[in-house]
């Protein structure tokens, strides 16, 4: 059995988690960092999830001192646009057509807050191309309802067999960049 690291992961995904113990950095608690995550008017994808990931590890700090705290967060882009939770399959389905037979962009941010309140922060791009999907394709995915509750799709479930490229971070795509995850808890003396 792991032993819990000495850090606190400000996320309520299930996926960062399961991640983060898959490489043996399992958090000693988690905690849900409620901060505003409305896009700003006229901000790039880019600035607004770095923006995202440090205001989360910021509040988590603040509400848990002394501590080091890990946060991210995880947007999809479709043509320099952020994709949100879908909200009803028919939300979902036009996601799915402006995915299908395209390129488009995972982007996750990872923080860390040090003790002391210093943050440290990598973002990883992941460039994903996706199959032409067929009409009963996509009316298959949305009826699997796995879409629920994530932004855009899970990679990790039925979506994966319509990827064709991956270029950058699996796991940067389903939640967390791993190796940036891992080397910004060492730099803060979680071993």
């Not at 505003?36 to 440090?54: I, T």
């Amino acid at each position: 059995m792991n032993e819990k690291k000495d850090f606190i992961l400000a996320s309520g995904s299930v996926h960062r988690l399961a991640l983060l113990k898959t490489i043996g950095f399992e958090p000693k608690k988690t905690v849900s960092a409620n901060i505003d995550e409305s896009e700003r008017a006229h901000e790039k994808p880019l600035s607004f999830v770095k923006r995202m990931a440090f205001e989360k590890a910021k509040k988590a700090h603040e509400d848990n001192p002394n501590e080091v705290i890990m946060s991210a967060d995880t947007i999809v882009v479709v043509n320099s646009k952020i994709l949100h939770k879908s909200k009803t399959p028919e939300e979902q389905t036009k996601v799915m057509e402006a995915l299908s037979g395209k390129a488009h962009k995972v982007i996750t941010s990872v923080c860390v807050c040090s003790k002391s309140g210093k943050i440290s922060q990598r973002t990883v791009t992941t460039r994903i191309l996706m199959k032409k999907m067929s009409d009963r394709e996509i009316k298959d995915y949305v009826a699997s309802n796995e879409w629920v509750g994530v932004v855009g799709y899970s990679i990790e479930g039925l979506l994966g067999a319509y990827v064709k490229k991956i270029i950058g971070s699996y796991s940067g795509v389903v939640g967390l960049p791993l190796y940036e995850a891992k080397n910004l808890l060492t730099g803060e003396g979680v071993l």
